[in-house]
């Protein structure tokens, strides 16, 4: 099973989304310029519909 971590965070970056805060366990809060709004990222992303998700929230129209 693919693992998504490294690419939804470089992406994430890459268009401006910036790290606010750890959440609960092992979640963490970003920033996205595009949505101006905060949105949890987990820290372990093994699917591509929970990546997609993320991508979702923050306004960035990739999908894997």
């Known amino acids: 099973m ?20 750890q959440g609960k366990g092992d979640h963490e ?6 949505t101006d709004a905060h949105f949890p990222v987990d820290g372990k992303i093994k699917s591509r519909h929970t990546a997609n998700g993320i991508m979702k929230q923050s306004g960035i129209g990739h999908r894997f």
């Not at 998504?4 to 989304?17: F, T």
């Not at 809060?29 to 595009?34: D, F, T």
Request: hydrophobic share 35%; net charge positive; with cysteine.
């Open 2 to 21: 693919a693992e998504y971590e490294k690419k939804v965070r470089d992406l994430l970056k890459k268009h401006g989304c910036t790290f606010v805060r």
């Open 29 to 34: 809060i970003w920033y996205s310029p595009i």
